[in-house]
């Protein structure tokens, strides 16, 4: 909101638009110092300068978390990829729209607007069939050698999860492997609940 009242051209910059009690206003009609702006929804437009890229993924979960393109690229290339506000980034959207949609005509049609410079506007695609998707975030984990490989806890879930096995109890020797994933990821559930 500060950018907004800071700058009056901010939105059009932007490529975004508001939208008050679901209808869209000129921006330069709305009183932007004015408290009552909380009250506004904001989108950006289809385009080349979306920072969702060209296409996203709706599923249903409480969270407002869906997949999505992105126009920054580079970032699949970089070690840290945490950069995201809570969605997940796509690095091969063509590829997971064309797997999810399971029809090449549709796939080829998908890919060849995906793959556009110049989108104006969207265009929903429902499934024909539902598709589960889980989301997971491990921290540590045994590779296919058997060696513990661990990552830094960007979301700060470590502190609870080790919590939630204190009071489960101490983890049994011999439990290795498989059996301690499966152990861990009962315990993440146990603490931090199922979307479903």
Same mark, same amino acid.
């Given at each position: ?7 009056? $051209?901010?939105?059009? !910059?932007?490529?975004? @638009?508001?939208?008050? /009690? ?7 009609? =709305? +009183? ?47 070690? $840290?990829?945490?950069? !995201?506000?809570?969605? @997940?980034?796509?690095? /091969? ?7 999810? =949609? +399971? ?94």
């Amino acid at each position: 909101m500060a950018s907004v009242r800071n700058n009056p $051209n901010y939105l059009a !910059s932007r490529n975004m @638009v508001a939208y008050y /009690k679901g209808k869209q206003v000129d921006p330069s009609t =709305v +009183n932007w110092q004015s408290d009552s702006v909380e009250k506004f929804r904001f989108k950006q437009n289809p385009g080349s300068d979306n920072s969702l890229g060209n296409v996203k993924f709706l599923f249903e979960n409480a969270y407002s978390i869906y997949l999505h393109d992105t126009p920054a690229k580079q970032m699949f290339g970089q070690t $840290n990829r945490a950069v !995201s506000h809570g969605c @997940v980034r796509v690095e /091969k959207p063509v590829d997971l729209a064309g797997y999810l =949609v +399971n029809n090449e005509k549709q796939a080829e049609k998908i890919a060849k607007e995906i793959t556009t410079d110049s989108i104006t506007k969207s265009r929903w695609v429902t499934l024909k069939r539902q598709m589960p998707v889980y989301l997971t975030y491990y921290t540590t984990w045994l590779d296919d050698d058997g060696k513990m490989v661990s990552y830094p806890d960007i979301y700060g879930y470590d502190p609870r999860l080790k919590e939630a096995m204190k009071n489960i109890g101490q983890i049994k020797e011999g439990l290795t492997g498989r059996r301690l994933g499966l152990f861990l990821i009962v315990c993440f559930v146990l603490v931090f609940g199922v979307v479903g």
